[in-house]
């Protein structure tokens, strides 16, 4: 059974929120910190469940960090599932993510009070792959953190911009091996990429996020919620972005 929910249902269940939280037209959630001034941005790209209440929380966690915080709806209409082959179904029909990415990115620069020059960005697992992607392509980030991405490289020069880059993944992904990790790395040393590699023992797929045990669990599934690494990797990330502003 295919599972929609809007993002206003999961927004008014969050009680706890007390950022702004505005919906754009193309169903991006928009999360900004207190406080006068300009302040740096963040694009958060979901992995392809979409949006749900995991992060519209990590979202307005990031805010208090003094972010303007804009996450993408990449599934389209505010939708999201609960359900593997659904997620998949929704990254796989999304033909133009690049595109969605580069609008999402200029709509985030476009925000009242903006640092335009300081834009960071997350990606989670497909979200991961999407962002990277786009990095190639030369688009200017501060820094880029990949979070459980596929790690899929190439062997030739791309167009990276001067960012740091933040990997972190958990060892028990099954479809991420020792070669594809090598892989990865001799992608970044061939293009002067400067970035750190964390991988932590015992972590499952989806090891960030409270529902994936269920989820494994439900479906026979490698994914598991791993409360130690995800504290860990947050505190990784808030550190990283801390000290790779412009």
């Known amino acids: ?18 950022r702004e939280l505005r919906i754009d037209s193309n169903q991006h959630l928009a999360i900004s910190p207190r406080g006068p001034g300009l ?8 992995d392809c469940f979409g949006i749900g209440d995991y992060f ?40 133009t993510p690049l595109l ?14 903006v640092d335009a020059q300081n834009i960071s960005a997350i990606g989670y697992e497909k979200g991961a792959d999407f962002l990277f992607e786009l990095a190639r392509t030369g688009e ?23 960012f740091k880059l933040l990997v972190l993944s958990g060892a028990l992904d099954p479809s991420i091996n020792s070669k594809r990790i090598s892989g990865f790395k001799n992608e970044l040393k061939l293009n002067q990429v400067t970035y750190e590699f964390q991988s932590f023992p015992g972590a499952r797929k989806g090891f960030y996020k409270p529902s994936s045990t269920k989820l494994g669990d439900d479906f026979d599934l490698p994914f598991a919620y791993d409360e130690e690494a995800d504290k860990t990797s947050f505190n990784k990330i808030k550190e990283f972005l801390k000290n790779t502003l412009r």
Do not use: W, Y
């Open 100 to 113: 969605v990415l580069k609008k999402a990115i200029q709509e985030l620069k476009n925000i009242d009070g």
């Open 140 to 162: 200017d980030f501060s820094s880029i953190t990949l979070i459980q991405g596929s790690l899929e490289s190439r062997e030739i020069e791309s167009s990276f911009s001067n």
């Open 56 to 95: 519209i929380e990590r979202g307005s966690q990031l805010a208090d960090l003094g972010f303007h915080v804009l996450i993408l709806d990449m599934n389209g209409k505010g939708l999201i599932t609960l359900l593997p082959g659904e997620s998949e179904k929704f990254c796989e029909g999304q033909k």
């Open 39 to 46: 302040k740096p941005g963040l694009i958060l790209v979901p």
């Open 1 to 18: 059974m295919r599972i929609f929910l809007v993002f206003l249902v999961l927004i008014s269940s969050c009680s706890n929120l007390s």
